[in-house]
Every structure is written in structure tokens, then in C-alpha cells.
């Protein structure tokens, strides 16, 4: 069971390098779907990602369609405000590898595949009045971590003893 992140036409490099972090720390493949709206070798990149580059196993996918051939039959989560389940309401505990998938900074996913694929959309409930969207780094974190939550975080540390421990 492994939760995958899949970023749609990333545009913004410190928001992939963060979640490049994030996929690191949680064990988590990345897929990105290009076109990439910056080089992988940008240093805005690189700095947000920092020296886990080594750790994350990133995939490159050519188009939505070569994504979706490579994905077959596997269980996708469109990750959008436009849904009317909350990703909090999902059992990501059916020992399958679980597909998070999250639009462009700007617009989102393309609203004829969500249209398509209404019932895989999920939302994150937020003051919509006074937000428009959530930060897309903070949006991946959010989401990942239920999934593990409901895992019972596997093969993570739930405790780790630091040499130089601060609350030791």
C-alpha cells in the first residue's frame, strides 16, 4: 500500500520543492505531469527540496493521457474545491496504492476530467468566502498525512532519538 502524489502541470518550483520534501519524509512516490512550468534543474527547485532530491522517486509523465495509461484500472483521488465529498470521508486502509492527484497552481485540473471523473473528486473544506485556494504544498501535506494517519503510518518513525535530543 503507497500513497503516490501526482502534480498536473506543476507551474510554481518552491510548491514542487516542498512537496518533494514531503513525498521524502512519508515514503511517497511523485509523479509529475508535464508540461512543467520551470526546469527540475531551477535552484528555487532545488532550495525548497533541499538535499532530499536522492530520496524521493520521481516519475515524469509526458501528458494527462500517458499518466492515465500508465495508472489503468488504480484508485485516483482528484484532489479540488469543486467536490462534494472531503478527502477526510475516504478509507485509504484497503491495502491499495492510492493516487492523489492535484491541478496547477493557476487552474487546477481541467474541468472536462473532473467533470468526467466527478465521484474521485475530493475537497478540503476551507472558508471558500475568504480563500480562493489552499497553498498546493500545504494541500499535498494535508491530504497524505490522513491517508497515512488512517494507515497507522507505515514504515515511518513515531518516535526518534535525536544525539542531541532537546526534550531528552
Known sequence: MTNHIVLFEPQIPANTGNIARTCAATNSPLHLIEPLGFETDDKHLKRAGLDYWNDVNIM???????FLTYL?????????????????????????????????????????????NEEKCLRIPMNDEHVRSLN???????????????????ALELKHHYENDKID
Not at 515524469?60 to 500517458?66: E, P, Q, R, T
Not at 498546493?136 to 507505515?154: C, G, H, I, K
Open 60 to 66: 515524469y509523465h509526458k501528458d494527462l493521457a500517458a
Open 136 to 154: 498546493l504544498s500545504n494541500t499535498v501535506a494535508l491530504v497524505v498525512y490522513e491517508a497515512l494517519r488512517q494507515q497507522d503510518f507505515p
Open 72 to 116: 489503468e484500472d488504480r484508485p485516483i483521488h482528484l484532489i479540488t474545491k469543486f467536490a462534494n465529498k472531503t478527502y477526510s470521508q475516504i478509507d485509504y486502509t484497503d491495502n491499495q496504492d492510492h493516487y492523489f492527484m492535484f491541478g496547477k497552481e493557476t487552474t487546477g485540473l481541467p474541468e472536462t476530467f473532473m467533470r468526467e
